[in-house]
């Protein structure tokens, strides 16, 4: 952990945008995870094509790109950015995949900007997405359905350079 200051808190300790004015565009990317826990029969619905709302994992790519660009709408201090790239892979996980032995959907998110800000807001928010939409398009059959381990994986660019999670 360092000994930054938070960024989104002034020295009242109000919350505010911060100003990115004077900063410099950077490329950046950020890679964000999660998983969406199920029953061995709702991922067997899922991977067959044969749920009842139709290809849920399409549905989640396209739920998690569409997200993605709405992030600052639903984060409050998130600056609105022009996203050059929204990427949403979901990868069917069975069972002996995981050590904790569980199966469902892996989703892996991939934004990117030029900008003066960080992108990882959008693909947390994006993986995050997908997998509640996994979980509307089977609710009728599992209600049990857990989302997991949602992270970020990966950042690029900026001030701050590389981050990775090891």
Same mark, same amino acid.
């Given at each position: 952990m360092s000994n930054e200051k938070l960024t989104h808190v002034n020295e009242?300790?109000?919350?505010?945008?911060?100003?990115?004015?004077?900063?410099?565009?950077?490329e950046r990317m950020a890679i964000a995870e999660g998983f969406i826990a199920m029953a061995p029969a709702t991922?067997?619905? @899922?991977?067959?094509?044969?749920?009842?709302?139709?290809?849920v994992l399409a549905c989640a &790519?396209?739920? !998690?790109?569409?997200?993605?660009?709405?992030t600052s709408s639903l984060i409050p201090m998130?600056?609105?950015?022009? @996203?050059t790239k929204a990427q949403v892979d979901c990868a069917i996980v069975e069972a002996g995949? &995981?050590?904790? !032995?569980?199966v469902g959907i892996h989703v892996g998110a991939t934004c990117g900007v030029t900008g003066k800000t960080g992108i990882e807001m959008e693909a947390l928010t994006a993986a995050s997405v997908a997998c509640l939409?996994?979980?509307d398009m089977c609710k009728a059959v599992d209600r049990g359905m857990e989302i997991m381990d949602v992270r970020l994986v990966r950042?690029?660019?900026?001030?701050?350079?590389?981050?990775?999670?090891?």
């Open positions: 009242k300790g109000e919350v505010r945008m911060v100003d990115v004015m004077p900063k410099p565009d950077t991922l067997a619905l @899922i991977s067959e094509g044969k749920a009842a709302k139709g290809d &790519r396209v739920a !998690g790109i569409m997200a993605a660009k709405q998130c600056h609105p950015l022009n @996203i995949q &995981r050590a904790d !032995g569980r939409t996994i979980y950042k690029v660019g900026g001030k701050s350079g590389l981050w990775q999670r090891v």
